[in-house]
C-alpha cells in the first residue's frame, strides 16, 4: 500500500528550513492523502522532507512531526510525551495543575494534555491527532497511569478542521470539578465546562511574579475564576475581583471561601466599572488587567489595541503612585512590541510616569518553540507608577 505523500512548494521548504511547523494550503502542490493522514512530506521534484499530519479542511495544511528519516510513528508521539513530561518534573511545578504537553512547543503539534491532580484533560485541535486520538489515550495511561481523562475537544479551532466539537470521558471516570493546589492557594475547577481546559495555566508564574509586589488595596479586572485575586490577595489589605460572567463570580466567591481570602467580587463589565471606579475617586495600590484575547485575527487588531489602550489608561489614572500594574495580553497577534507601544500611549495619555519592572511572558510548562511564533502569544508587563 503506498505511503500518502504531500508534495510542497520552494516557499514552503523554505519555512520549514526556517525552524516552523507548519504548512499553509497555498504551498502544497500535490496531495495523495485524505484529511487526518500521517503523511510524508515531499519537495516539488519528490525529495522526502519528512513527515506531518495532514488536514485537508484547514489553512494549516501539514504539521510537521518529523524531518528525514524518522517515521513518525507511535513510538515517536511516545518518546516526546515522555521527554514533555521529564521537562516538567524538572520545573519542580510547586502545583498539581499544569501543562504537561503544548502542542508545537513539545513537537507535538495540535495536541494538549494538561495535569488536573490525578486527572488528565487532553485536546485534539487537528484532524491528524484526532484520527490518533485512541492511540494517545493509550500511550498516556501507560506512561501516567491517571484516574481519567477527559477530551475538551470544544474549542473552536476544531472547527476549522470540520471536526466535531464534543467533550468526552476517554479514560476512567472523570468527576464534575476537582480540586487542586497552586501554591498555597486551592481551586475547585469545573474540567468538564470552565474555560481553556478548567484554570488558566499559563498565567501562574506571573502570579507568582505579581505577588512579590503586590500591596494595598487591589483591583483584579476580568478576575474569571479569581486565581490573580487569591494569589495576591493575601498580600493585600483590601481585594476587589470584577468579571462580566456571572458564574465566574460565584465561582470566585466559592474559592475566596476555600482559601479564606476576603474578596469582594463584582458582576460587572470591566470597561464600564473602571470608569465609574475613575469618576468615584478610587485609587488602587496594585491593579490586574488579564483581559480576553481582543484580537481573535489579523483584521480585528486595531480594534484590539483600542480596546488595549482604553483599560490601561484607566486603570493608570486608579493607580497611586508607587503601586503596581500588571498588565496582559494573550492575543498572539498583538505582540510585545505593540502591548509596550499601547502601554506607553496609556501612560502619555493619562500623564502617568511609569518603569518596567518585569517583562514576562507565559509560564515555562508553556514552551515557545524558536521559529514558530505563534506559540509565543502571552504578554505580561509588570509596570510601576513613579508620581
Given amino acids: 500500500m503506498q505511503e500518502p505523500t504531500v508534495a510542497i512548494s520552494g516557499r514552503g521548504e523554505e519555512r520549514l528550513r526556517s525552524g516552523h511547523l507548519w504548512i499553509y494550503r497555498s504551498d502544497v502542490t500535490g496531495v495523495r492523502a485524505a484529511g487526518g493522514d500521517t503523511v510524508r512530506v515531499e519537495s516539488a521534484r519528490g525529495r522526502p522532507l519528512g513527515h506531518a499530519l495532514f488536514s485537508d479542511r484547514s489553512q494549516i495544511a501539514l504539521r510537521m512531526l518529523a524531518t528525514g528519516d524518522r517515521p513518525a510513528d507511535l513510538a515517536l508521539w511516545r518518546e516526546r510525551l515522555r521527554a514533555a513530561v521529564a521537562f516538567r518534573a524538572g520545573l519542580h511545578i510547586d502545583a498539581t495543575a499544569y501543562r504537561l504537553v503544548n502542542g508545537e512547543g513539545d513537537l507535538l503539534p495540535s495536541f494538549v494534555v494538561d495535569r488536573y491532580g490525578d486527572f488528565l484533560v487532553v485536546q485534539a485541535l487537528s ?95 476580568f478576575s474569571y475564576n479569581g486565581a490573580f485575586a487569591l494569589r495576591l490577595g493575601k498580600r493585600c489589605t483590601e481585594v476587589i475581583a470584577v468579571d462580566i460572567s456571572e458564574d465566574a463570580v460565584a465561582r470566585i466567591r466559592a474559592n475566596a471561601a476555600r482559601n479564606h481570602v476576603a474578596i469582594d467580587a463584582r458582576v460587572a463589565n470591566v470597561f464600564d466599572e473602571l470608569r465609574r471606579l475613575e469618576r468615584e475617586g478610587e485609587h488602587f495600590d496594585t491593579i490586574v488587567l488579564d483581559p480576553p484575547a481582543f484580537a481573535k485575527n489579523r483584521a480585528s487588531v486595531d480594534r484590539a489595541l483600542a480596546g488595549y489602550k482604553e483599560i490601561n489608561l484607566r486603570a493608570l489614572k486608579l493607580l497611586s503612585p508607587g503601586g503596581y500594574l500588571v498588565t496582559c495580553s494573550c492575543s498572539y497577534h498583538v505582540d510585545e512590541a505593540m502591548l509596550g507601544q499601547v502601554v506607553y500611549d496609556a501612560a502619555q ?39
Fill in 349 to 387: 495619555d493619562a500623564r502617568t510616569p511609569v518603569n518596567v519592572v518585569e517583562k514576562r511572558m507565559q509560564s515555562r510548562d508553556h514552551p515557545v518553540l524558536l521559529g514558530v511564533p505563534e506559540t509565543y502569544y502571552l504578554k505580561c508587563f509588570i509596570l510601576r507608577r513613579l508620581a
Fill in 127 to 221: 484532524q491528524g491527532v484526532d484520527r490518533l486520538q485512541a492511540d494517545l489515550t493509550r500511550v498516556l495511561v501507560e506512561e501516567l497511569q491517571p484516574h481519567g481523562i477527559i477530551a475538551r475537544n470544544d474549542s473552536r479551532v476544531r472547527a476549522l478542521e470540520g471536526l466535531p466539537v464534543a467533550v468526552q470521558v476517554l479514560h476512567g471516570e472523570v468527576p464534575k470539578s476537582v480540586v487542586v493546589r497552586d501554591g498555597d492557594v486551592e481551586f475547585d475547577v469545573d474540567l468538564w465546562q470552565g474555560q481553556k481546559t478548567g484554570l488558566f495555566l499559563d498565567q501562574r508564574e506571573n502570579r507568582d511574579a505579581a505577588a512579590g509586589y503586590a500591596h494595598g488595596r487591589l483591583l483584579d479586572c
